[in-house]
């Protein structure tokens, strides 16, 4: 609600804007929360445009754009949201993440494969199928007995970390992001893999999504584990 109230905010703002506008407006998939900021600086120490940033799960905001809700751009883990908005008149994929089984730190649960993802005497935590994360976790093969479906990564991150949940399924990214979370076993080629995409809403966003694509964008990605675009 706090996102959409914002985005409404500041929609007298950008609707009279155009080309060379000082400000751009990123509503972007809670997973890239971390990263978000350090790209969002790059952008403005080379053009001097401002990003502010708005995060969430991503269907969610895909609604809360369908609604008006002014954003030039929208990053996401998944393109058919992105299908979804239909204001949206260029896309690019710019990294890719993949999921994996985290526990609080220290395991205390012992949870060592898949399908301890089913066992009933453990607190298990997913996203929603409505969102990326949930709608990769259903692809894993296994099936789920979840005590809770989150809105967002984020929150079953948080979950775990509190020590609320002795299983849940993140993205990697999230458990390099937070020290109170683990990967349960070494899950170095795990999949599902998600794949983000920028897509820009209005003329002025398509040199972020030119940016995104670049060396710099794709060296602060790496540094924050995501995958990124094969050169080429």
Not at 46 to 67: E, M
Not at 122 to 145: K, N, Q, W, Y
Not at 171 to 183: C, F, H, L, N, S
Request: negative net charge.
């Amino acid at each position: 609600m706090r996102g959409l109230l914002l985005a409404v905010l500041m929609a007298s703002t950008l609707s009279c804007g155009g080309p060379g506008d000082d400000d751009l407006t990123v509503f972007a998939a809670s997973s890239l929360t971390d990263v978000l900021p350090d790209l969002a600086e790059a952008f403005q120490e080379q053009t001097g445009t401002t990003i502010t940033t708005v995060f969430g799960g991503s269907n969610h905001l895909a609604a809360q754009l369908n609604d008006g809700a002014a954003a030039d751009v929208f990053l996401t883990a998944d393109v058919r949201l992105l299908e979804q908005v239909t204001t949206v008149n260029r896309s690019v994929s710019f990294a890719s993440n993949r999921l994996v089984v985290a526990v609080p730190e220290g395991n205390p649960a012992g949870v060592s494969s898949l399908a301890d993802l089913s066992r009933p005497d453990l607190r298990v935590v997913v996203c929603d199928e409505a969102v990326p994360c949930g709608a990769s976790t259903s692809e894993m093969g296994v099936t789920i007995e979840a005590d809770s479906r989150e809105i967002s990564v984020r929150a079953v991150l948080s979950r775990l970390a509190m020590g609320e949940a002795d299983v849940g399924v993140v993205y990697a990214t999230d458990v390099t992001a937070e020290p109170g979370v683990e990967p349960a076993w070494n899950q170095l080629e795990s999949c599902p893999c998600v794949t983000y995409t920028a897509g820009a809403r209005t003329y002025w966003a398509l040199p972020f999504l030119t940016f995104l694509a670049s060396p710099p964008a794709q060296e602060i990605l790496a540094g924050h584990g995501f995958s990124t675009r094969t050169p080429g």
